[in-house]
């Protein structure tokens, strides 16, 4: 009987973990991520410097919400740049030799804090405590982080068949 209460949990818990939104396991904001006031129209301008301060003209600027990139465009002379139609969120403003986290606000919902333009310091060396693209396991993540109901299925599936199979066994004998 004991067990059965057992398989009978891990089968309700897995059954919650597929109804619950995977929003819900987001990870907070990241620490040190600079506030960005959006203009009208979800206008975000910015501009890419050097370690010196010196504009970076016909850079690449790649602006990424979680692992999608949402619009790419290009510095001009001065190293500023402009992207239309974008919302309130958390993203990365990725160059090729810089990265900087925003969170970026709705015009007119920014707390007094925000600054009125991005800026994105290139040269800065990026570490970071995961695999990345280049990692052993990297398509097998993204997999897994692309159907969050499918692995919830298989990990409730490995979960309840072995205990559904050791509830069996014990009364077979009887």
């Known amino acids: 009987m004991k067990r059965n209460l057992w398989g009978t949990m891990a089968a309700a818990l897995a059954?919650?973990?597929?109804?619950?939104?995977?929003?819900?396991?987001?990870?907070?904001?990241?620490?040190g991520a600079t506030d960005i006031a959006l203009r009208q129209g979800g206008l975000l301008v910015g501009q890419v410097v050097d370690r010196q301060g010196v504009p970076q003209a016909n850079r690449t600027v790649s602006i990424q919400y979680g692992p999608h990139e949402i619009v790419r465009t290009v510095t001009d002379q001065n190293g500023t740049f402009a992207a239309q139609g974008l919302r309130g969120g958390q993203y990365q403003l990725v160059t090729h030799e810089g990265i900087s986290v925003c969170r970026l606000w709705a015009a007119n919902t920014a707390p007094p804090a925000a600054r009125p333009a991005a800026l994105v310091v290139t040269g800065n060396q990026v570490?970071?405590?995961?695999?990345?693209?280049?990692?052993?396991l990297h398509g097998s993540v993204?997999?897994?982080?692309?159907?969050?109901?499918?692995?919830?299925?298989?990990?409730?599936?490995?979960?309840?068949?072995?205990?559904?199979?050791?509830?069996?066994?014990?009364?077979?004998?009887?």
């Open 15 to 31: 059954c919650v973990g597929m109804v619950v939104p995977p929003a819900a396991f987001a990870a907070e904001p990241a620490a």
């Open 127 to 136: 570490v970071r405590g995961q695999w990345g693209a280049a990692g052993p």
């Open 142 to 174: 993204e997999w897994v982080k692309a159907h969050p109901y499918i692995t919830a299925g298989v990990v409730a599936a490995a979960i309840a068949i072995p205990l559904a199979l050791a509830d069996d066994d014990d009364y077979s004998g009887s």
